[in-house]
């Protein structure tokens, strides 16, 4: 089991910034691919941005230049830095672990999600 504890979220204005961190514990041997997502109100939830274990991102367009992922590998962590916030990044996001473990007979890999933490932006 793989626990995702995340942090950072809060209210802050149009044009601000946040920070969110999420450390993953556990049996783990090998995180693949970490990732933010984000549900609003009402809506799906969505892809923000996602690292994997070679450095290679993926984000979604209406984040770019704006939003930045970067992971610790050494200490299974992920951050997502938030600038030039806007009213529609309000949402509960949520960090993402695909994780494979050894039980030391086979590999396999499974998916896991944190809590989520509420980002409001507004004035």
């Known amino acids: 089991q793989v626990q995702l504890v995340e942090s950072g979220g809060g209210l802050v204005q149009p044009g601000g910034s946040l920070r969110l961190s999420c450390a993953a514990s556990?049996?783990?041997?090998?995180?693949?691919?970490m990732g933010w997502y984000r549900q609003a109100p009402g809506k799906q939830r969505e892809l923000v941005a996602v690292?994997?274990?070679?450095?290679?991102?993926n984000d979604a367009d209406s984040v770019k230049g704006r939003f930045t992922i970067s992971r610790d590998n050494a200490k299974n962590t992920v951050d997502l830095q938030m600038n030039n916030l806007k009213a529609q990044d309000t949402a509960v996001y949520y960090c993402?672990?695909?994780?494979?473990?050894?039980?030391?007979?086979?590999?396999?890999?499974?998916?896991?999600w944190g809590q989520g933490t509420q980002v409001t932006v507004s004035s």
């Open positions: 993402n672990a695909d994780v494979t473990h050894y039980s030391g007979q086979y590999y396999f890999t499974d998916d896991y």
């Open positions: 556990g049996s783990i041997f090998r995180i693949n691919a």
């Open positions: 690292i994997r274990s070679s450095g290679r991102t």
